[in-house]
Antibody
Framework: EVQLVESGGGLVQPGGSLRLSCAAS????????MNWVRQAPGKGLEWVSY????????YYADSVKGRFTISRDNAKNSLYLQMNSLRAEDTAVYYC????????????????WGQGTMVTVSS | DIQLTQSPSFLSASVGDRVTITCRAS??????LAWYQQKPGKAPKLLIY???TLQSGVPSRFSGSGSGTEFTLTISSLQPEDFATYYC?????????FGQGTRLEIK
């Protein structure tokens, strides 16, 4: 079964750090680009970060640039999000999502999503 | 960044109804548009990509159309399991933005 499972969420104080993980199974992880998407309580979806299959290309949303770092370990079938200098507005459910492409290098959608992990930033 | 505006934001309909949700982009995005369904407490589920291609396993009552700046998601005959929130997403350029969502509720 194709699956993504996030972990690492929790309660952290403003200014603190947290590292999220996403474990992939059921597909060749090293062949796919990956993303992090978040959703604040009662709000819509916000894309956070992208990493290509080989880690050669990385993008961030302006709202997290300089504070968050995306990475992956293809040998461990895992995706990560290091979150530093956390703010109250980073409170959200964080999802990892697989990039879906039909033509190489062209991402057409996010086709597989994890169940999400909750990050709460509060004192 | 490309802005996506969905209309309506809220829709009340009955089982068996045909419903249409519109997504407008602030600039042309060719056909790089996807639609997702999200139920409370669950992750989004991909329904349609490339504006009109149905994702494997998605019922054929869902369809998408459009290109450029205006897109639609149509559900031909609402089923009880279709009541959820729907999001469009553009993937023409980074950041890949989402619409604000359309909440579809039972009348």
């Amino acid at each position: 079964e194709v699956q993504l499972v996030e972990s690492g969420g929790g309660l952290v104080q403003p200014g603190g750090s947290l590292r999220l993980s996403c474990a992939a199974s059921g597909f060749t992880f090293s062949s796919y680009s990956m993303n992090w998407v978040r959703q604040a309580p009662g709000k819509g979806l916000e894309w956070v970060s992208y990493i290509s299959s080989s880690s050669s290309t990385i993008y961030y949303a302006d709202s997290v640039k300089g504070r968050f770092t995306i990475s992956r370990d293809n040998a461990k079938n895992s995706l990560y999000l290091q979150m530093n200098s956390l703010r109250a507005e980073d409170t959200a459910v964080y999802y990892c999502a697989r990039g879906h492409s039909v033509v190489r290098g062209v991402i057409l959608a996010f086709d597989i999503w994890g169940q999400g992990t909750m990050v709460t930033v509060s004192s | 960044d490309i802005q996506l505006t969905q209309s309506p934001s809220f829709l009340s309909a009955s089982v068996g109804d045909r419903v249409t949700i519109t997504c407008r982009a602030s600039q042309g995005i060719s056909s790089y548009l996807a639609w997702y369904q999200q139920k409370p407490g669950k992750a989004p589920k991909l329904l349609i990509y490339a504006a009109s291609t149905l994702q494997s396993g998605v019922p054929s009552r869902f369809s998408g159309s459009g290109s450029g700046t205006e897109f639609t998601l149509t559900i031909s005959s609402l089923q009880p399991e279709d009541f959820a929130t729907y999001y469009c997403q553009q993937l023409n350029s980074y950041p890949p933005t989402f619409g604000q969502g359309t909440r579809l509720e039972i009348k």
